[in-house]
């Protein structure tokens, strides 16, 4: 376990056959990092302890077991919904390889190499997976088509489930050293190497991650073959001819970003988490290809979502009529989807992108959607989960598909999966390396080992995030070490409520950030967001600064139609809300004014210990009696956006009006 390379998402070379280029910088492997955090260790514990084995019930009581039982017998019916259903136990030993690497359990252990050859005996002969079509081949899924791969540019997901199972069985493989999965991972893919290629079958997939997965398998045998069939099916989009008069997102391609070729696209488009997983995959094929043009056309892509199709706490995917981007500033509040595996998508290709560029605002992106619209996905308890996440819920009203309260399971269940393989990596998205350059990207208390020009060293990271902006850093290395270490100051605390126009704080706050080395205030320099403190470390070198952790009142770009005359509250990384637990029952009733002073509080026995932030408001009330209409002066309590809904059905809002302007008389 000591050699053990799990480098997030993106896998690790370990072939001595393997590329030579990839991304210039490297994430620091999350098993390097130990966590002793009160903020994400209790959570990477839950998901441990209670979302892992309640994930595996409950692939095991819906059926996704037993199609796979059924397939390898060749005799049954398909007995849940989806025929991306597999994914679910795919995703789950995946999530479940993470915490074995860094919490041994032979019990897990031996209850996943049991999966394992379930799903073994579902493989067909010369390779082929994909239960919702072995278990009666003569009559598959609907969705499937009569023959393999003739739907996969539409809804068969075929390709979709060996980009899952890929990922997994080399997460499986680098946790445990285990060739059981991974086998049957690479039996799939030289399968889709001698079905899919330029003399071959075409096919753009129909729902995007098999190039990440194809990635994982290159990375650690060093095989051209995945990385070539990665960048092939990547190349395939935009070459169907799709009616480009028609405005309807699916006859179009947009909805599948298939409509133009990649390196042509310009904008964030069609069903959100296909376009994240695109996009990541286009990231990793030019870091390990050096394909500029693709690196071109996510910066742009990038630049549009962030500028114009972001919510204010990190989520994306405004329309629930398909999972989708909007239009430019199409940012509703009532109507907001933002769905969970969206923003897990966002994740990890902000990552990418930070690993080719070395730019701290993919990393302030990162955080804004990994502490709010992310991690508001799971409910503390660890196995009650959001789908869609709501910006605004109001009591009388009813959205569509809008969430108000959490489930234990969906229909569709890939959201709840995709967080027990996201929440155990979080300590590999802390520190990244390139040469003799140490990033510090996530503020989270641990002890990271770490090598410069062959020398081993630590870095102990010690703060209350992000409740305390106080940040300390002790470094210790074997022997006197020189190297650079930037430490992200994010744009929060530099006056930037996003890394574009499409936020802004009402106010700007002109406090500077001290950095002290060993106790003694140094000058130091900021590039591309990060602070660089350059000298030779010795053992026992400590780095002390303060970030502003004062409540920031944030106002929308005007294009945003719902958001005019509203302001939304931050206090550093954290986006709040009012809920109707802590005011009086409502929530959409209140009115913060300009003047509105805050105050902070820390109440360790609420929401598993949350900052609150309390003013003194306005409240517009009906009396029941008479009817009257008044504007009463309350308190209001506010709480981190992702706490809402673990205490039971009722109004929320992140939005607040400063002042009354009209009233408009809705009945319900």
Sequence with gaps: MKNLCLLLALGCTISATAQQKDYPIQPVAFTSVKLDDHFWSPKIETNRAVTIPASFARCESTGRIKNFVMAAEHQGKFCTVYPFDDTDIYKTIEGASYSLAVYPDPKLSAYIDSLITIVGKAQEPDGYLYTARSIDPLHPHSWSGPERWVNEQKSSHELYNCGHLFEAAAAHYLATGKRNFLDIALKNADLLVRTFGPDKKHVAPGHEIVE?????LYRITGKTDYLSLAKFFIDQRGIKAYNKKSDNVYENG????????VIDQDEAEGHAVRAMYLYSGMADVAALTGDSAYIKAIDKIWENMV????????SIGAVGDGERFGDNYELPNATAYNETCAAIGSVFWNERMFLLHGDSKYIDVLEKTLYNGLISGVGLDGKSFFYTNAMQVSNGFSFGDLER?????????????????????????IYAQNGNNIYVNLFISSVANLKVNNKTFTI????????????????DPAAATQMNLLIRIPGWARNQAMPSDLYSYETSSAQPIEIKVNGVAVNYQVEKGYVVISKKWKKGDKVELTLPMRVQRVIANGHLADDTNKVALQRGPVMYCAEWKDNDGGATNIIVPKNTKFETAFEPALLNGVVVIKAKVKS???????????TETKTMTAIPYYAWANRGDGEMTVWFPEQVKD?????R
């Design 620 to 630: 517009v009330n009906i009396d029941p009696a008479s009817q009257d209409i008044k």
């Design 307 to 314: 500028g114009k199709k972001m919510y204010v706490q990190g």
């Design 254 to 261: 947009t909805y599948f970003q298939d409509d133009k070729p």
């Design 663 to 667: 009233i408009a008389l809705l009945t």
């Design 460 to 475: 102990t990271q010690q703060n209350n995030y992000p409740w305390d902006g106080g940040l300390a850093f002790t470094i």
């Design 212 to 216: 990440m997965g194809l990635v994982r």
């Design 405 to 429: 309260t959490r489930s234990g399971w969906f229909t569709c269940s890939c959201c709840p999966t995709n967080l027990v393989r996201l929440l155990p990596s979080i300590p590999g998205y």
